[in-house]
């Protein structure tokens, strides 16, 4: 298992857990921690695929 994939699966992690404490009992910090965990998958996607197009112009 390398990193990235490790990576992945603690992001789905943190977000599965941010969004069933949110359900619980909403407040301003869950919520940011939740917009925090879905921020940093949506960079990391991004930033995959700049890496990608990159190594593709080579």
Known sequence: MNFDSLNKILLAVM?????LLVIGEPSIVKVLLLIGSLS????LFTIRTKH???????
């Open 52 to 58: 990608n197009k990159k190594a593709l112009n080579k």
């Open 15 to 19: 977000v599965i857990i941010s969004f």
């Open 40 to 43: 940093s998958i949506y960079n």
